[in-house]
């Protein structure tokens, strides 16, 4: 069982790394990297890149995320735990990419799309609670970390085992990791807010 585990952690962090932002971005011949927030997500596609490009990417994320816990269910079919764990490895390979020197994404989509495929009632209370806040607020930095700090404790509410929720621990960890930029520069009143423009836009 064991060699399992490892099989689809090789794959997840495998498809994690084929970062959508990255690929994307390459089509109009720029690196989200090295523009606006230096981001590889969907939030800094669509600043920098535009509406069409972000779209692309949100695509590509979730079928990332849907390809790799799929491959888990069919690895391991007794229990999620195949699911979950290709799952977190895709995130964790969206977030430092073997192809793209390991600078990618914040893992915040894809991290949706995998909860999604485990768990849809606490992927839904958490893109609940991120439209709300980004609604109230334009901070989708705030309403990504709140998002995924309910993950955690959704899972205790909804009864999963203790894999589940320390995975579900291991992505809010790396959620507050990857935004310790943004909670400085909310605490500061300095992040930036949600814009449909993109760069360049008046």
Not at 139 to 145: A, D, K, M, T
Request: charged share 15%; aromatic share 10%; proline share 1%.
């Amino acid at each position: 069982m064991i060699w399992k585990y490892l099989v689809l952690c090789f794959i997840g962090y495998g498809i994690g790394s084929l970062n959508s932002s990255i690929l994307v971005s390459k089509l109009y011949k720029k690196d989200v990297r090295n523009e606006g927030s230096k981001n590889a997500g969907l939030t800094n596609t669509l600043r920098v890149l535009g509406k069409k490009a972000a779209i692309m990417v949100l695509v590509m994320d979730i079928l990332k995320g849907v390809l790799a816990t799929g491959i888990g269910y069919l690895v391991i079919q007794d229990s999620d735990h195949g699911a979950i764990i290709s799952g977190l490895f895709t995130v964790i390979g969206h977030i430092f990419p073997v192809f793209f020197g390991f600078k990618g994404g914040k893992g915040i989509l894809i991290s949706l799309s995998v909860l999604f495929c485990c768990d849809y009632r606490i992927a839904l209370i958490g893109l609940g609670v991120f439209i709300l806040i980004v609604a109230a607020t334009k901070y989708v930095s705030l309403g990504s970390i709140i998002g995924m700090i309910l993950a955690p404790f959704m899972s205790v509410v909804f009864r999963h085992d203790l894999f589940f929720i320390i995975c579900m621990c291991v992505l809010c960890i790396l959620t507050i990791f990857m935004h310790r930029g943004n909670i400085k520069r909310l605490i500061e009143s300095s992040e930036n807010k949600l814009s449909f423009k993109k760069k360049g836009d008046q």
